[in-house]
C-alpha cells in the first residue's frame, strides 16, 4: 500500500509511469518482489524483484509473472528468470528487462524441465500422499547418474575435482527439513570422508561470529533453492573468503544454483505439498554420495567399501517401497496418535535427526505438539514430560547403538510411557505391552536414514487426516520461504 503510494507520488512528477515505478524503486530498502498495474496504463504491466524470486512464463502472445515456475509449467516451459536490481516492463508486444537506471538488460530464456503431469493429484487424496508414495521412483532418477557414473567428482559440476582436492572442512547450511539432511551428512562425512564437518541453521549461521576458514566447502541444501536464510548464509560465507560452493538443489533455475560454483540436482520432480517428502529423500542419497565422492578424492575409500556403497544405492528404492506397503499399519498408529496433543521423539546417531524430521512433520502439519531428543538425553530432562497420554516413538534401526536404545526405552516404559517402535526386521525388537512395533526391512547399513524416515512421514500424514487438517496447506506455512 505504501509503494503504490510512492508510485503515484512520483507519477504526478513524471508521465512515464515506468520512470515513476523506477523512480520509487530506488527509496525502497530490503527485499521485495513487486507487480504494478495502473487504471491510467491498461496495456503495461511493471514488476521488479531484489532478495525475493521472481520470473516470466513466455508463452505464444502471453507473458506470466510468477514467482515459482511450478506456478506457470500449466501454460508454458519457456521461463526467463530476473535477477536482483532487474525492472521488467510488459506489453502486449512483449517484454523488456532494464536496470533501475533503464538501460537494458539481456536475460537468457531456459526451458523448464517440470511437467505439467505431476501437478495433477490424480487417484490421491492430498499431494502430501501422492509425493509419499512417488520417493521409490524419486530415488531411482536421482541416483541414476550416480549408479551410472560411479562416485566422481563430475557429478557435481566442472570444477569439483579441484574443489573438492583443495577443501580441508565442510560447512553445511539450510533450514527446516533440508537442515535435518545437513545433520545426516554430518554423521557421514565425518564417518566415511574422515574430514571436520558441521552443519548451522542458516538463519543462525549469517548473524553470528564465525571463524571462516577459505579451505572450507559451503554446502547449502534447499528444495525451492529460493530460501531467504539460505541464499543469504552462502553470501555471508562468500564474504568472508569461503568461495568453494556446492548447491543440492531440486530446482536448476534457482537462485541457490546460480549462486554456487558447484550443484547437484535431484530428481524428486514437482513438490507441492507444504511439508517436504520427496525432496528430503533425494537430498539425503545426494549427500550420501557427495560423503562417499569426498572419501575417494581423499584416498580414504577402499575399492571393497565403494561396490558396497553402489550395492546398497541399488536396493535403496526397493527398501522404501517395501516401507510404503507398510501404510495400513502406520494408519493404525494414527488412530491412536490423533487424539494425542504432545509426543516425543527419539533416535540415536544418524537416525537422531530422523527423530527430528519426523517430529517436524508431525507438528507442521497435524498440530501436535512434538519433541525430539537424542535418546542419550532423555534421563537429563525430556523423561519428566513421559506419561500415560505422552506417546513417545522410537527410531530403532538394528545398529551398533541399539542396546543402548533399547535400555533408553525401558525408562520410559517404568513410567507408564507408551512405546511406538520403528524396528528393522532383523533387530529381534520384540511387541509387547506397551510397546507397539513396525518392522521395517533387514538393516540397510549407513543408509538406514533413508528407509527410516518415511514411515514417519506416513504417521504424521494419516495423522494430520484423522483431526481434518488441511494436509498440503498448512496454517501460518509456506511452501518456498523467500523472506527472513
Same mark, same amino acid.
Given at each position: 500500500?505504501?509503494?503504490?503510494?510512492?508510485?503515484?507520488?512520483?507519477? $504526478?512528477?513524471?508521465?512515464?509511469?515506468?520512470?515513476?515505478?523506477?523512480?520509487?524503486?530506488g527509496q525502497l530498502e530490503g527485499a521485495y518482489s513487486?507487480?504494478?498495474? #495502473?487504471?491510467?496504463?491498461? %496495456? =503495461?504491466?511493471?514488476?521488479?524483484?531484489? /532478495?525475493?524470486?521472481?520470473?516470466?512464463?513466455?508463452?505464444? /502472445?502471453?507473458?506470466? @509473472?510468477?514467482?515459482?515456475?511450478?506456478?506457470?509449467?500449466?501454460?508454458? $516451459?519457456?521461463?526467463?528468470?530476473?535477477?536482483?536490481? %532487474?525492472?521488467?516492463?510488459?506489453?502486449?508486444?512483449?517484454?523488456?528487462?532494464?536496470?533501475?537506471?533503464?538501460?537494458?538488460?539481456?536475460?537468457?530464456?531456459?526451458?523448464?524441465?517440470?511437467?505439467?503431469?505431476?501437478?495433477?493429484?490424480?487417484?490421491?487424496?492430498?499431494?502430501?500422499?501422492?509425493?509419499?508414495?512417488?520417493?521409490? $521412483?524419486?530415488?531411482?532418477?536421482?541416483?541414476?547418474?550416480?549408479?551410472?557414473?560411479?562416485?566422481?567428482?563430475? =557429478?557435481?559440476?566442472?570444477?569439483?575435482?579441484? *574443489?573438492?582436492?583443495?577443501?580441508?572442512?565442510?560447512?553445511?547450511? !539450510? *533450514? /527446516?527439513?533440508?537442515?535435518?539432511?545437513?545433520?545426516?551428512?554430518?554423521?557421514?562425512?565425518?564417518?566415511?570422508?574422515?574430514?571436520? *564437518?558441521?552443519?548451522?541453521?542458516?538463519?543462525?549461521?549469517?548473524?553470528?561470529?564465525? +571463524?571462516?576458514?577459505?579451505?572450507?566447502?559451503?554446502?547449502?541444501?534447499?528444495?525451492?533453492?529460493?530460501?531467504?536464510?539460505?541464499?543469504?548464509?552462502?553470501?555471508?560465507?562468500?564474504?568472508?573468503?569461503?568461495?568453494?560452493?556446492?548447491?543440492?538443489?531440486?530446482?536448476?533455475?534457482?537462485?541457490?544454483?546460480?549462486? #554456487?560454483?558447484?550443484?547437484?540436482?535431484?530428481?524428486?520432480?514437482?513438490?507441492?505439498?507444504?511439508?517436504?517428502?520427496? !525432496?528430503?529423500?533425494?537430498?539425503?542419497?545426494?549427500?550420501?554420495?557427495?560423503?562417499?565422492?569426498?572419501?575417494?578424492? $581423499?584416498?580414504?575409500?577402499?575399492?571393497?567399501?565403494?561396490?558396497?556403497?553402489?550395492?546398497? =544405492?541399488?536396493?535403496?528404492?526397493?527398501?522404501?517401497?517395501?516401507?510404503?506397503?507398510?501404510?495400513?499399519? =502406520?494408519?493404525?498408529?494414527?488412530?491412536?496418535?490423533?487424539?494425542?496433543?504432545?509426543?516425543?521423539?527419539?533416535?540415536?546417531?544418524?537416525?537422531?535427526?530422523?527423530?527430528?524430521? /519426523?517430529?517436524?512433520?508431525?507438528?507442521?502439519?497435524?498440530?501436535?505438539?512434538?519433541?525430539?531428543?537424542?535418546?542419550?538425553?532423555?534421563?537429563?530432562?525430556?523423561?519428566?514430560? +513421559? &506419561?500415560?497420554?505422552?506417546?513417545?516413538? !522410537?527410531?530403532?534401526?538394528?545398529?551398533? @547403538?541399539?542396546?543402548?536404545?533399547?535400555?533408553?526405552?525401558?525408562?520410559v516404559r517404568a513410567r507408564g510411557g507408551e512405546l511406538?517402535?520403528?524396528? &528393522?526386521?532383523?533387530?529381534?525388537?520384540?511387541?509387547?505391552?506397551?510397546?507397539?512395533?513396525?518392522?521395517?526391512?533387514?538393516?540397510?547399513? +549407513?543408509?538406514?536414514?533413508?528407509?527410516?524416515?518415511?514411515?514417519?512421514?506416513?504417521?504424521?500424514?494419516?495423522?494430520?487426516?484423522?483431526?481434518?487438517? &488441511?494436509? %498440503?496447506?498448512?496454517?501460518?506455512? !509456506?511452501?518456498?520461504?523467500?523472506?527472513?
Amino acid at each position: 500500500e505504501v509503494i503504490a503510494h510512492l508510485v503515484h507520488f512520483h507519477a $504526478r512528477q513524471e508521465p512515464d509511469l515506468g520512470k515513476a515505478f523506477r523512480a520509487a524503486l530506488g527509496q525502497l530498502e530490503g527485499a521485495y518482489s513487486i507487480a504494478l498495474i #495502473s487504471r491510467r496504463h491498461p %496495456d =503495461l504491466l511493471l514488476a521488479a524483484r531484489k /532478495g525475493s524470486p521472481l520470473l516470466l512464463g513466455l508463452g505464444e /502472445g502471453e507473458t506470466f @509473472l510468477a514467482s515459482d515456475a511450478a506456478a506457470l509449467i500449466a501454460h508454458t $516451459r519457456r521461463m526467463l528468470y530476473l535477477e536482483d536490481g %532487474d525492472v521488467v516492463e510488459i506489453t502486449p508486444a512483449g517484454y523488456c528487462v532494464m536496470t533501475l537506471q533503464g538501460e537494458p538488460l539481456n536475460r537468457q530464456e531456459r526451458i523448464s524441465h517440470l511437467s505439467p503431469e505431476t501437478a495433477e493429484l490424480g487417484l490421491y487424496d492430498h499431494y502430501m500422499q501422492k509425493e509419499i508414495a512417488e520417493q521409490p $521412483r524419486a530415488l531411482t532418477d536421482t541416483l541414476e547418474p550416480i549408479l551410472a557414473r560411479g562416485f566422481t567428482p563430475d =557429478l557435481f559440476g566442472a570444477d569439483a575435482q579441484a *574443489c573438492f582436492s583443495g577443501v580441508r572442512n565442510v560447512l553445511l547450511l !539450510a *533450514c /527446516g527439513t533440508s537442515y535435518h539432511a545437513a545433520l545426516v551428512t554430518g554423521y557421514w562425512v565425518e564417518a566415511i570422508a574422515r574430514m571436520p *564437518c558441521r552443519a548451522e541453521i542458516a538463519s543462525e549461521y549469517r548473524y553470528r561470529t564465525s +571463524v571462516p576458514d577459505p579451505a572450507t566447502l559451503v554446502i547449502t541444501i534447499s528444495q525451492s533453492g529460493e530460501t531467504a536464510d539460505t541464499l543469504a548464509a552462502l553470501k555471508h560465507a562468500q564474504s568472508l573468503g569461503m568461495n568453494h560452493s556446492l548447491a543440492i538443489c531440486n530446482v536448476p533455475e534457482s537462485s541457490l544454483v546460480r549462486q #554456487s560454483t558447484l550443484s547437484f540436482l535431484t530428481r524428486a520432480g514437482m513438490e507441492i505439498g507444504v511439508a517436504s517428502t520427496k !525432496a528430503f529423500t533425494t537430498q539425503l542419497v545426494a549427500l550420501f554420495a557427495l560423503a562417499v565422492t569426498l572419501a575417494k578424492v $581423499r584416498q580414504v575409500l577402499t575399492e571393497e567399501a565403494e561396490a558396497a556403497y553402489l550395492d546398497a =544405492l541399488r536396493r535403496l528404492p526397493n527398501k522404501v517401497q517395501h516401507v510404503l506397503n507398510l501404510e495400513p499399519q =502406520l494408519r493404525l498408529w494414527a488412530e491412536r496418535f490423533c487424539r494425542k496433543q504432545h509426543a516425543l521423539f527419539l533416535g540415536r546417531g544418524a537416525h537422531y535427526p530422523i527423530a527430528l524430521e /519426523g517430529a517436524l512433520k508431525l507438528k507442521e502439519i497435524s498440530y501436535i505438539h512434538a519433541e525430539a531428543y537424542a535418546a542419550g538425553e532423555l534421563k537429563h530432562g525430556p523423561l519428566a514430560l +513421559v &506419561d500415560g497420554e505422552m506417546p513417545v516413538v !522410537a527410531v530403532a534401526p538394528n545398529d551398533d @547403538l541399539l542396546e543402548k536404545l533399547k535400555s533408553n526405552l525401558q525408562e520410559v516404559r517404568a513410567r507408564g510411557g507408551e512405546l511406538y517402535v520403528l524396528a &528393522d526386521n532383523d533387530s529381534h525388537f520384540p511387541p509387547s505391552e506397551g510397546i507397539h512395533v513396525i518392522r521395517l526391512p533387514d538393516h540397510e547399513g +549407513v543408509l538406514s536414514p533413508v528407509v527410516h524416515v518415511v514411515p514417519l512421514q506416513l504417521l504424521a500424514y494419516h495423522t494430520a487426516c484423522l483431526r481434518g487438517a &488441511d494436509v %498440503d496447506k498448512p496454517r501460518n506455512l !509456506a511452501k518456498s520461504v523467500t523472506v527472513e
